[in-house]
């Protein structure tokens, strides 16, 4: 099997208030930079998310990669509370611009369509 039709598994760092609105299944669409790193995720793959620091996982399947060239039209095309349900899109907006400078912005967006698999952690 070639490897563009293996599915693979990235590990992630996430911070405390996005990992914990994933594990609760209330988060279904994550936000990157789209790094070149990150340009052969597809359907399938599974993300392992983790807090920096932490032995807390969260594991993802993902559904689907799309990309967009900047956060307002990711936000506009995903639906903000697909994103993050708990913020307003102009919140989310300067939170997702407070983690990624406009030179990274400038790379695209990608909006990665998550489902929930597991949550562990230390003697989980």
């Not at 307002?72 to 997702?96: F, H, K, M, W, Y």
């Amino acid at each position: 099997m070639s490897d563009t039709t293996t599915a693979r598994r990235h590990d992630l760092n996430l911070y405390r208030r996005y990992f914990d609105l994933v594990a609760a299944g209330r988060k279904t669409i994550e936000v990157r930079v789209k790094y070149p790193h990150l340009a052969d995720m597809a359907a399938g793959d599974t993300i392992r998310f983790r807090i920096k620091g932490t032995e807390e996982t969260c594991d993802v399947r993902v559904l689907r990669v799309t990309a967009y060239p900047d956060f307002e039209a990711l936000l506009d095309g995903e639906g903000p509370a697909n994103v993050n349900p708990t913020s307003s899109r102009e919140q989310q907006l300067a939170n997702i611009r407070a983690i990624y400078p406009p030179a990274k912005e400038q790379l695209g967006a990608l909006a990665i369509a998550i489902e929930l698999l597991a949550v562990g952690g230390p003697g989980v």
